[in-house]
């Protein structure tokens, strides 16, 4: 069987202007074939790298342009995308999530001990999830997705956590986004919020034309690049 996941990799530590091109590729997921889109600049590595995880409505030209980016902008990258389907039961969505960490390790030009993890919207949620699911994971973004609220969950964490919100996201309460935080903080984790006060949810991405805030998107894609460069240094 075949579906699509939404991953990135990318590596952090050049400092090149382009961006990366994609190219389709495949991974196992347990019995199931997961279809994919590899992004490999120059150079030998080893790189750190990046799963990047998309919104509810898909693997659309933003996400790949936020992939491109981030290959581009923050360093020169291998870089993986792929397509979470609507609908896929969590379950397996996190397990293709860990096998693509697994299949990022295995690439030769990337460090197995630098990979880490965002998301936009639902993929948000998922990259969550996947800090809380694989112990290894060196970094997670969670940009406006869902969060979680006990201590036996969140103890599981061990990656950096960078938390990007809205504060006037309906789905998102800022009182949530701060328990999380001050959670993290009790339990020892390293994590680091922002709230936009004059955003709401996916403020992020232009194509939400009532919601979209330009600034707002620049300043967080900033602190998620300078966030990245932190954790994923060697």
Request: with cysteine; net charge positive.
């Amino acid at each position: 069987m075949k579906r699509t996941l939404l991953i990135v990799l990318i590596a952090i530590l050049a400092s090149a202007c382009y961006a990366a091109d994609g190219k389709p590729v495949t991974y196992k997921s347990g019995a199931d074939t997961v279809n994919a889109i590899l992004y490999t600049p120059q150079g030998k590595g080893p790189f750190p790298a990046l799963v990047v995880i998309h919104e509810w409505w898909g693997l659309n030209d933003w996400v790949k342009e936020q992939a491109s980016r981030l290959a581009g902008k923050v360093a020169t990258t291998p870089e993986e995308a792929h397509e979470i389907m609507r609908g896929v039961p969590e379950d397996r969505a996190g397990r293709d999530l860990l096998a693509a960490t697994s299949y990022l390790s295995a690439q030769s030009n990337v460090d197995p001990k630098r990979i880490g993890s965002i998301g936009w919207c639902m993929g948000g949620g998922y990259s969550l999830n996947l800090a809380v699911n694989d112990p290894k994971l060196k970094v997670a973004v969670i940009n406006y997705g869902h969060l979680a609220s006990d201590d036996a969950t969140l103890k599981k964490i061990n990656a950096a956590i960078l938390g990007i919100f809205g504060g006037q996201d309906k789905g998102i309460p800022v009182a949530d986004v701060k328990k999380f935080e001050s959670q993290l903080k009790a339990l020892g984790k390293t994590v680091e919020i922002h709230v936009f006060p004059d955003a709401g949810h996916a403020f992020q991405n232009p194509n939400n034309k009532q919601g979209y805030r330009a600034d707002d998107a620049a300043a967080a894609w900033k602190i998620t690049t300078d966030f990245l460069a932190q954790y994923l240094k060697k």
